[in-house]
């Protein structure tokens, strides 16, 4: 297929993941999901913006009984001994003994996956793992387990599918990668 190109501020981007190989990949961890979470009622926790889409489509394939809520993180930062740690909003439930998963829309360094991890740890719940859309492991800066990923990418920006470039793109159905 012909690369498209988008223009959004003062960046172009040009087509990387199509549509289809998305859905691809994440009917394959919908199936995962189903198998390590049979019986268990996962509550999965989305987090937004980013991950809009992916919850969106990954929960019209996980067939086991579960449950969906949405988070987010302050964009206030809060400075800790371990860097920078932003807090959870909109957290209702009650957590505690729960099969928790957190759906991200892409890791990076891990910083934010880090620290939200900590803040959920804290309200015992029987598991937490997280399942992300993309991850850069060239990035990684922490020791994280992300259990789940649908798609790994070299330390590209990326657009689409959810993920924005100072608020544009997140409409975008595929996704696309920086040029210039
Ligand atoms: P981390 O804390 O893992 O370094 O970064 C995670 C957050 O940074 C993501 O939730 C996302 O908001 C943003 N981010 C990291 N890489 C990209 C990228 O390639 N494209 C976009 N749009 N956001 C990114």
Known sequence: MEPRTVTLHDCQFSTYICEEEIIAHISLLARQ?????ANKNPLFLAVLNGSFMFAADLMKRVSTPCEISFIRLSSYKDMQS???VKEVLGLTEDIGGRH?????DIVDTGHTVHGLLQQLQARQPASV????LLLKPECLQHQLEVKYVARTIPNDFVV???LDY???????RDIYKIVS
Do not use: F, S
């Open 129 to 132: 793992e997280v399942a992300t």
């Open 100 to 104: 928790v998963v957190v759906l991200e």
């Open 82 to 84: 371990t860097g920078t």
């Open 33 to 37: 999901l189903d198998k390590d979470y």
């Open 160 to 162: 689409g599918y959810g």
């Open 166 to 172: 100072n608020g544009l793109g997140r409409n975008l």
